[in-house]
């Protein structure tokens, strides 16, 4: 790991821990042993070490995703969501949940924007793009795509991505671990599939 990398990811840390008004470059200097002085042939201010931190997030996500198999847009593949069989579709949603919980840059970066968020204005753009924003653009396609091959019923997929996603919203903020959240999440899933999903032998939610 290079010194660039070395900083990024002590900030990932100290930002999770402090918030972005909480820490100074001096301190992300002292964190990897090098001189404030020497910091800046890297980056000319805490704002873009911020800013590249949170690129850096960004890109592990989406590598995550690839790696998974699922979707990091809605203009990829969908078709992983048209499994049949209730259980299959429970796994394939559980892996994309379980990242939030357990990746370790993920869980980071999630305090990163919940403490800084009120007090950088680049926090708070991208808190409520990664957790509001993107995640109901992206599931609207997800239902539409779901409504037009005949799996749901036809509707509204933007009220639909609302109300989906409102449940996994709560469940982010106010569960510690997957554990927890897992009953609750499966819950979830299973009564919007029943309510969502078209009569007949492709309804089956096991």
């Known amino acids: ?14 930002f999770s821990q402090k918030g972005y ?3 100074s470059v001096r301190e992300i200097a002292g964190a990897i042993g090098i001189k404030e002085s020497s910091l800046y042939n ?37 078709n992983i969501f048209g499994e049949e069989d209730f259980s299959l579709l429970s796994e394939t949603l559980l892996s994309l949940f379980r990242y939030f919980f357990d ?9 990163l924007l ?17 957790y509001c924003e993107y995640p109901l653009e992206v599931q609207a396609k997800i239902f539409s795509w779901l409504m037009e091959a005949g799996i749901f019923q036809k509707g ?12 996994v919203f709560l469940l982010l903020h106010t569960c510690s671990s ?13 009564q919007f599939v029943k309510h969502h999903r078209c ?3 492709k309804a089956a939610t096991g």
């Open 21 to 23: 008004n909480g820490v």
């Open 103 to 111: 990746d370790p840059v993920n869980v980071r970066f999630r305090k």
């Open 42 to 78: 890297h980056f000319a201010n805490k704002q873009e070490i911020f800013d590249q931190t949170v690129e850096f997030c960004w890109q592990e996500a989406e590598t995550y995703f690839k790696e998974q198999g699922l979707p990091f847009t809605g203009e990829e593949d969908l």
């Open 199 to 201: 009569e007949g032998p």
């Open 178 to 190: 997957m554990e927890e959240a897992k009953p609750s999440f499966l819950a979830h899933l299973k």
């Open 114 to 130: 919940l403490l800084s968020q009120f007090e950088n204005r680049r926090a708070w753009e991208l808190y409520r793009k990664v």
């Open 1 to 14: 790991m290079g010194t660039r990398e070395k900083i990024l990811e002590e900030a990932l840390t100290l």
């Open 156 to 167: 509204d997929p933007e009220a639909a991505a609302l109300e989906f996603y409102g449940g």
